[in-house]
């Protein structure tokens, strides 16, 4: 689905990234198959239980050339389970609801604050941050890798569990709305972590050959997906380095995704419409 028209290839960094071109009145199409975890506590048994879960979504997001401009989700829940943790049949007897733990259904608003009108809230435009990468944001980023990690470790100082340099890199990819050239620098900057490696053929969740950024330290062993194509981010893979207060052992896959994105014309309308 996608077409390495733009070279955005900078000489000596590991990873090749292109962008196909955004017109101003196109849209960035992002297709996501993941599973991923949920857990649920059954508080009023006289011995509180823990329920671990993965369950499986299909969302397909339309992000606007002009951020100002309504963006669209469109969210479903397969219906499919597994249970890590606790037996299924004792969750749903607690009163565990699949649907209660995932807002599902279609989401159109600016800036793609799309649970706004659920909290009965005015949609808003978002501060720039490694979460929320806005235009202006992203062009005050540096494109040199090491000035790029020295960004990063002083936004998102490394040692935190669930945090980091690397945490934050993912939640800014994870959004495709890195250009080619910085995606370029911020893969090379990565790899200049410590526990950070490059491993040239993964399988996604979808069979999809992919490369991967993998950052063994922490309670996660992450795996960062990676179009060897153009560079573009395609999903991700969490498994439990340690066992967890619930009872998952090391070694437990706890969250898996695949992601394809595209450019199209018209809002709503997936590739080739």
């Not at 955005?8 to 071109?21: I, N, Q, Y």
Request: proline residues 9%; hydrophobic residues 40%; contains cysteine.
């Amino acid at each position: 689905m996608r077409s390495p028209f733009h070279n955005g290839v900078v000489p000596d960094l590991p990873v090749r990234t292109s962008d196909e071109p955004l017109a101003a009145d196109a849209y960035r199409y992002i297709a996501t198959h993941a599973w991923w975890m949920g857990t649920f506590w059954d508080d009023a048994a006289d011995d509180p239980s823990c329920y671990v879960h993965l369950s499986e979504h299909l969302l397909q997001q339309w992000t606007p050339a002009m951020q100002e401009s309504d963006w669209l989700l469109d969210r479903v829940l397969t219906g499919r389970v597994q249970w890590l943790a606790g037996s299924g049949e004792a969750a749903v007897a607690a009163g565990f609801t699949l649907t209660d733990h995932w807002p599902v259904g279609r989401f159109r608003a600016p800036f793609g604050d799309f649970y706004a009108e659920l909290n009965e809230l005015e949609p808003r435009r978002p501060a720039g941050g490694w979460a929320n990468p806005t235009p202006e944001f992203v062009a005050l980023l540096p494109r040199d890798p090491r000035a790029l990690r020295a960004r990063l470790e002083e936004d998102s100082p490394p040692g935190r569990s669930y945090s980091g340099p690397f945490r934050s890199a993912v939640d800014a990819l994870r959004t495709c709305m890195l250009p080619a050239d910085l995606r370029g620098a911020l893969y090379a900057a990565l790899l200049e972590l410590p526990d950070v490696t490059l491993v040239d053929e993964v399988k996604d969740l979808d069979g999809n050959l992919c490369q991967a950024l993998v950052h063994d330290a922490g309670p996660t062993r992450t795996e960062l997906l990676v179009d060897p194509v153009d560079g573009q981010y395609a999903g991700e893979r969490d498994v439990l380095r340690r066992s967890s207060p619930c009872g998952l052992a090391a070694g437990t896959m706890i969250a898996e995704t695949s992601v394809r994105t595209s450019v199209v014309g018209l809002i709503g309308s997936p590739p080739g419409f």
